[in-house]
T-cell receptor, first 114, second 111 residues
Framework: DSGVTQTPKHLITATGQRVTLRCSPR?????VYWYQQSLDQGLQFLIQ???????AKGNILERFSAQQFPDLHSELNLSSLELGDSALYFC?????????????FGSGTRLTVV | KNEVEQSPQNLTAQEGEFITINCSYS?????LHWLQQHPGGGIVSLFM???GKKKHGRLIATINIQEKHSSLHITASHPRDSAVYIC?????????????FGTGTRLTIIP
């Protein structure tokens, strides 16, 4: 157990639907990062939150949004789902606002859009 | 052209062989990370490098900033080392937390 908890582990949903992925960071970590891993594009950085505020944004679609709550857990909301959104979604956490001092990945949520 | 290139894409070796995986990047970086992803999908951070060399057990990572190149070496490889190894770089601009990933090297160690 890495200390970063992601739920659910697997999710199957239909096109057009909306889902919420949840990430609880390791105790003491203030930063949460979201990544998408698809077969055709590999791993891509989506977004980072630090202590409740958006810190950096990557290749995140407008249909996707995220937030980090006061208890530091984070949610990634994916809406108007398309087949191409099928992917593994990872979150990672770090104690500071940079990955340069170490960070830990969760085990991922496998999303299948049918 | 991808900002981060890894080679080889696939590597099969016999148990005990010395393994080298290469990563080249084209942008200025503040750090380079090596990650390991097992078949179940979980990702583990192996090393973070900004210069020189790091060693952890049978794993050694080196980086040459001038040549924009890093290598991951595995000594005395074992079937449990079979995984995908991913190189990722962190941009040099302060506050740029966008990790850019290579496409990974799939390593298979045969007993």
């Amino acid at each position: 157990d890495s200390g970063v908890t992601q739920t659910p582990k697997h999710l199957i949903t239909a096109t057009g639907q909306r889902v919420t992925l949840r990430c609880s960071p390791r105790s003491g970590d203030l930063s949460v990062y979201w990544y998408q891993q698809s077969l055709d594009q590999g791993l891509q950085f989506l977004i980072q939150y630090y202590n409740g505020e958006e810190r950096a944004k990557g290749n995140i679609l407008e249909r996707f949004s995220a937030q980090q709550f006061p208890d530091l857990h984070s949610e990634l909301n994916l809406s108007s789902l398309e087949l191409g959104d099928s992917a593994l979604y990872f979150c990672a956490s770090s104690v500071m606002d940079t990955t340069n001092y170490g960070y830990t990945f969760g085990s991922g949520t496998r999303l299948t859009v049918v | 052209k991808n900002e981060v290139e890894q080679s080889p894409q696939n590597l099969t070796a016999q148990e005990g062989e010395f393994i080298t995986i290469n990563c080249s990047y084209s942008v200025g970086i503040s750090a380079l990370h090596w990650l390991q992803q097992h078949p179940g999908g979980g990702i583990v951070s192996l090393f973070m490098l900004s210069s020189g060399k790091k060693k952890h057990g049978r794993l050694i990572a080196t980086i040459n900033i001038q040549e924009k190149h890093s290598s991951l070496h595995i000594t005395a490889s074992h079937p449990r080392d079979s995984a995908v190894y991913i190189c990722a770089v962190l941009g040099a601009n302060f506050g740029n937390e966008k990790l850019t990933f290579g496409t990974g090297t799939r390593l298979t160690i045969i007993p």
